[in-house]
């Protein structure tokens, strides 16, 4: 059972070039997340996935889109990267049932560079 | 939509002192506050989390309080030790949004031994 699992763990990248994000997770979540994380900024929501087949802008979704390709995975793509996307990205996945919601599941992070 | 505000963003004390991290949110709507911990260069675990319906858990040496009416609450360590360093984040989450959790900036914690 390894959790929440991201591709790659490190990156670099130029400015203009593209590239996805992978994330899966084994634990037959509905939910699945994707959120940057820049210093002092704490934890910003770019999309999530409240379940298969639904996907909403978080916070911050500009310069990126999403696709939930089934129940276990979540990829985040960026078009044509840019500096400003230079951050650590966090996948996350949960299983929000009813009115409880339930915590969210880490994966170890991206850490992406674009020069 | 949901914003949550934390503070301080850094907290030093003294091994065996409290430390005491503050949060509010926004949105009344929001039922479900988990806080994490976040080692340096690693991913962000759950450390406790609290539901609407209750206004205070323990955990050994860690207790979350929740104040609905004022839309605050709290993360109180106990009896600090070194290896309490890291940066805690609170979130809130609701039934709003499809279920997505906001987070706090953070609070970088020092305990010096």
């Known amino acids: 059972n390894a959790g929440v699992t991201q591709t790659p763990k490190f990156q670099v990248l130029k400015t203009g070039q593209s590239m996805t994000l992978q994330c899966a997770q084994d634990m037959n979540h509905n939910s699945m997340y994707w959120y940057r994380q820049d210093p002092g900024m704490g934890l910003r929501l770019i999309y999530y996935?409240?379940?298969?087949?639904?996907?909403d802008k978080g916070e911050v979704p500009n310069g990126y889109n999403v696709s939930r390709l089934n129940k276990r995975e979540f990829s985040l793509r960026l078009e044509s990267a840019a500096p400003s996307q230079t951050s650590v990205y966090f996948c996350a996945s949960s299983n929000p049932t009813g009115i409880s919601n339930q915590p969210q599941h880490f994966g170890d992070g991206t850490r992406l560079s674009i020069l | 939509g949901e914003n949550v505000e934390q503070h301080p963003s850094t907290l030093s004390v003294q091994e065996g002192d409290s430390a005491v991290i503050k949060c509010t949110y926004s949105?009344?709507?929001?039922?479900?506050f988990p806080w994490y911990k976040q080692e340096l260069g690693k991913r962000p675990q759950l450390i406790i989390d609290i539901r609407s319906n209750v206004g205070e858990k323990k955990d050994q040496r860690i207790a979350v309080t929740l104040n609905k009416t004022a839309k605050h609450f709290s993360l109180h360590i106990t009896e600090t030790q070194p290896e309490d360093s890291a940066v805690y984040f609170c979130a809130a989450s609701g039934r709003t949004g499809g279920f997505k959790t906001i987070f706090g900036a953070g609070t970088r914690l020092f305990v010096k031994a």
């Open positions: 996935s409240a379940s298969e087949g639904t996907t």
């Open positions: 949105d009344s709507a929001s039922n479900y």
